[in-house]
């Protein structure tokens, strides 16, 4: 029996870095497991669109996909916008059975990726006792987004940090300059900003113009095509195309 094909649907961006980015995790999913397909498409700004893609697949005879957010919270997006695009599209094609995985985060692969891109930004592990993390996100003004990235940093904060504060980029508050200098404030001497975001674009951009406005000691990278993140793309398909209490061998 073949494997459903893996279908990972992006927000999308005007900015080129977006989906250059989307692309090249994408890519990475393929290299990790040889024989999947792996398609992308598109909520909005890029090609292909979702509704687009589904099409294709269906007329060249695929049978089933799992539609994959590539979202780090439970939010608007994840809520409504793919699921009416996907309801649309199975009203559209009948004999292409759709399911939508989970969005990504929380994982402990998501943390094991922002702790990349902070060591690769600089911080070494003996610095960890002595600064204070901002854990930077988009934003979003859905209660359980917001609860999400709180509980997060409250995590964070057990893995050696002397501190850490949330931030978002839009929708809510303390944005980024406001959490750095709220750390200083409390006598924390090196502030270090990771996004909590997947790709560049308009918001990543605002979190690093408050990274810098407030003097930052660090700012970390995008998580990007991160190996643990292509690793966490692959164990949510998993999860949305084997039923409960089903073997993955079956």
């Not at 990504?104 to 060591?119: E, F, K, M, Q, Y």
């Not at 940090?161 to 300059?177: D, G, I, M, Q």
């Not at 006598?187 to 990274?211: M, N, Q, S, T």
Request: hydrophobic share 45%; aromatic share 2%.
């Amino acid at each position: 029996m073949s494997h459903p094909v893996l279908l990972v649907i992006a927000h999308g961006s005007r900015d080129p870095r977006h989906a250059a980015t989307v692309h090249a995790l994408t890519q990475r999913v393929r290299a990790e497991r040889p024989g999947l397909r792996v398609e992308t498409a598109f909520l909005e700004f890029n090609a292909p669109s979702v509704p687009r893609v589904l099409e294709r697949l269906a007329a060249e005879g695929a049978d089933e996909v799992v539609a994959l957010p590539l979202l780090l919270t439970r939010a608007f997006h994840a809520k409504t916008d793919i699921p009416s695009v996907l309801r649309e599209a199975r009203a559209r094609l009948p004999r292409l059975h759709i399911r939508q995985a989970d969005v990504l985060g929380p994982s402990p692969l998501l943390n094991a990726t922002l702790g990349r891109r902070l060591r690769e930004a600089g911080v070494r592990p003996g610095d960890i006792p002595r600064t204070g993390l901002v854990l930077a996100s988009a934003g979003s003004s859905d209660p359980e987004a917001i609860a999400v990235i709180a509980e997060i940093a409250r995590e964070l904060r057990h893995t050696g940090w002397c501190a850490v504060r949330p931030a978002f980029a839009s929708a809510s508050l303390p944005r980024t300059e406001d959490a750095v200098r709220a750390l200083r404030a409390e006598g924390v001497d090196r502030v270090a900003v990771a996004p909590y975001v997947i790709a560049p674009g308009r918001l990543p951009d605002r979190i690093a113009a408050g990274a810098e406005a407030a003097g930052a000691d660090v700012l970390a990278d995008v998580l990007g095509p991160a190996p643990e993140l292509a690793r966490l793309l692959l164990d949510r398909y998993d999860e949305a195309r084997v039923p409960v209490g089903a073997s993955l061998s079956a």
